[in-house]
């Protein structure tokens, strides 16, 4: 059984609170922190909801995922599904030892054989067969060695949203691509996790000083309610 992350305290938020409220003024005066916005046409990622990360037990498994993210996701999931907004989940899994290359030395990437239940996408967030998008990734970020971004481009995909874990790698490393494939970003604040609460709260801060904007459940719902349905190409 893994150990419980430690909770981050009322006193730890409201230090970190303080310390990322002077930090944002410091990107602001210098140009940074800006909000790059919702563009016209969306597609929702769900990054690694796959049972690893998602079910308790696993070495990978995350936290608050119960309580917060997957009620999130759900969400997310019927308005996107409501407005036809494609929708596209990764896992991460392989094939052989050898097809780990080094990233067992430092994590148990064995534990992420392809055709396991520990890569299959949690049921509770069920990807539709013939309708949504699958993506099996060997990185962290979910454009590299995948056709990801071609996809997205043949789309007309626009604004990326973002759900997911963990904040500190997968999450953060498709997010610092997708900037730079050209593609507008937007983390849901309540659908990403990882296994220390610090990562979560440094990270979104970070991420929406440089790279994306971050921004809660009920303003991406809203977002969502005034698309048109999107029309296939």
Not at 80 to 93: E, F, G, N, Q, W
Not at 190 to 205: K, M, Y
């Amino acid at each position: 059984m893994r150990e419980a992350a430690m909770p981050l305290d009322d006193k730890v938020r409201k230090a970190l609170d303080t310390i990322f409220s002077g930090d944002a003024g410091l990107y602001q005066t210098r140009g940074w922190n800006q909000r790059s916005g919702f563009g016209t046409r969306p597609a929702l990622l769900n990054i690694d909801l796959a049972n690893a990360w998602t079910r308790p037990g696993y070495r990978f498994s995350c936290d608050d995922m119960d309580e917060r993210i997957i009620p999130g996701v759900q969400r997310l999931l019927a308005a996107a599904r409501a407005k036809k907004v494609p929708i596209i989940y990764t896992t991460t899994a392989f094939c052989s030892r050898f097809d780990m290359g080094a990233f067992p030395l430092k994590k148990p990437f064995e534990d992420l054989m392809l055709g396991t239940d520990a890569t299959e996408i949690d049921d509770r967030v069920p990807l539709e067969e013939g309708v949504d998008t699958l993506i099996v990734k060997k990185r962290p970020s979910a454009f590299a060695g995948t056709h990801l971004g071609g996809i997205l481009r043949a789309g007309g995909i626009d604004t990326l949203i973002c759900t997911g874990v963990t904040m500190a790698s997968c999450v953060r490393h498709t997010v610092e691509d997708a900037l730079g494939e050209g593609f507008r970003t937007v983390i849901v604040r309540e659908c990403v996790g990882d296994r220390v609460p610090a990562a979560i709260e440094w990270n979104l801060f970070d991420l929406d000083m440089k790279y994306c904007d971050v921004e809660p459940l009920d303003r991406v719902l809203a977002y969502l309610a005034e698309l048109e349905p999107f029309e296939e190409r």
